[in-house]
């Protein structure tokens, strides 16, 4: 499989936030958010051919409990389930990060969720609006994982209009408990991660959701391998 890097870091976003993990990025996307902030594993997907046994080994010598397996969309490739199964086999405690429209079957003790809405969808010059959009809603795919898996759901907010779009989005699956809902300020750079932030922790709090600061962007600011 194609990977873009493997690291040793602190979660920075949503429940686990602060605890040292492992994270293990797959190259590839079938979306093209214009504010992706992993651009190499999308737009200019970059990385080595990796097996699965070179990226247990590599993973394990780390001697941390969390592994993150995350992108691009660790869903598109098969044999995730087979990586994430092997460490789970030695012990480790599971996060994948998805956008949720692919669907596979593997071993996870958290599945977080990035659903993208329509202020992800990238400008129509790129070519990829219309394939962004008839890609990024899968309601089959959100049912089944936060069904069967323990799981968050982190939305990214660029502007105060969105917080209507995330209630819209959660009303269509009432079974979603708003406590694990997340608000994510759009941002890469520490000044306006911090200014999305000022307003993002109150009008999430109104309606019984989280702010969830990018503690990475604090800490590295935009820095790749953090
Ligand atoms: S889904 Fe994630 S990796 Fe894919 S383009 Fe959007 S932000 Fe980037």
């Given at each position: 499989m194609r990977i873009a890097e493997v690291f040793h870091s602190?979660?920075?976003?949503?429940?686990?936030?602060g605890v040292p993990s492992v994270f293990i990025r797959t190259s590839g996307c079938n979306l093209r958010c214009w504010?992706?902030?992993?651009p190499y594993t999308s737009w200019n997907p970059e990385g080595e051919e990796r097996t699965v046994h070179s990226l247990v080994e590599e993973t394990t010598a780390?001697?941390?409990g969390h592994v993150v397996i995350t992108?691009?969309?660790?869903?598109?490739?098969?044999?995730v389930a087979d990586l994430a199964a092997r460490l789970k086999d030695a012990g480790k405690h599971i996060t994948i990060e998805t956008a949720g429209t692919v669907d596979l079957n593997l071993p996870a003790d958290l599945m977080s969720i990035s659903p993208k809405r329509a202020n992800s969808t990238p400008n129509p010059d790129t070519g990829w609006a219309e394939r962004h959009d008839a890609r990024r809603h899968r309601p089959d795919v959100i049912n089944r994982l936060t069904t069967d898996y323990d799981y968050q759901l982190k939305f990214v907010v660029?502007?105060?209009?969105?917080l209507d779009d995330v209630a819209k989005y959660l009303e269509e699956f009432?079974?979603?408990?708003?406590?694990r809902v997340y608000l994510m300020p759009?941002?890469?750079?520490r000044n306006p991660h911090a200014e999305k932030c000022a307003w993002l922790g109150d009008a999430a709090e109104k309606r019984g959701w989280k702010l969830c600061r990018r503690l990475h962007i604090e800490l590295f600011g935009n820095k790749r391998g953090t």
């Open positions: 602190i979660q920075g976003e949503g429940r686990l936030t504010f992706c902030d992993t780390f001697h941390c992108g691009g969309e660790p869903m598109l490739v098969k044999d660029d502007r105060p209009d969105d009432p079974h979603l408990d708003p406590a759009q941002a890469i750079d």
